[in-house]
């Protein structure tokens, strides 16, 4: 295994990010996608073109190929196991590398993640946010875990892997641009489709 910049990188393309791999590949998880993104793209115009950075083995993809089958897709991942799964995915255009060295002149229509910027190194989420606004045309979503302030939270018995704070609000701060279009929260417990109490935010570049 390569060896990158951050300890996070490493820790989510070795081993522990394999063992994620197979806790999370639950079919369930893909009605619960299946409903929040309904949720999401019933706030935007049409769309062309999407790109998940972490996208894992594709779940959330896949359920937005469900809802939008003419979309193109893409994902960058940094974990060699998920890369091969999300490849099984003929839909998916897949970029294997980390986040941080991930470089085009592209941009996509849609630009999202999803329980990933919690994972990255504090001090490299600048760089990640310059990477989402350069490759969005026109929407960036964010769909992570809220805290107001910046917290560090343990995570599976590991310090230093989990981050949570108002990404949505520090990206709105560094690029004026930006402007919030709707927002909203998915409870552990919905009776029908829960998510991980993940909060999303809907950007749009004016």
Known sequence: MKNFSTQQEDFWAGSFGNEYISRNADNH????????????????????????????IGLNLFAIHQLLPDVALSGVEINEKAVEQLKQ???????HESILEFSTD?????????????HINPDYLNNVYEIMFKTSKKYICIIEYYNPSPVEIPYRGHRDRLFKRDFAGELMGYFNSLELIDYGFIYHNDINFPQDDLTWFLLKKS
């Open 29 to 56: 998880l893909i009605a619960s996608n299946i409903s929040l993104f309904s949720k999401i793209f019933n706030k935007i115009g049409k769309i062309h073109n999407v790109i998940e950075f972490g996208p894992n």
């Open 89 to 95: 995915l003929d839909f998916v255009n897949v970029f």
């Open 106 to 118: 592209f941009q996509w229509d849609f630009v999202f993640t999803k329980g990933v910027l919690i």
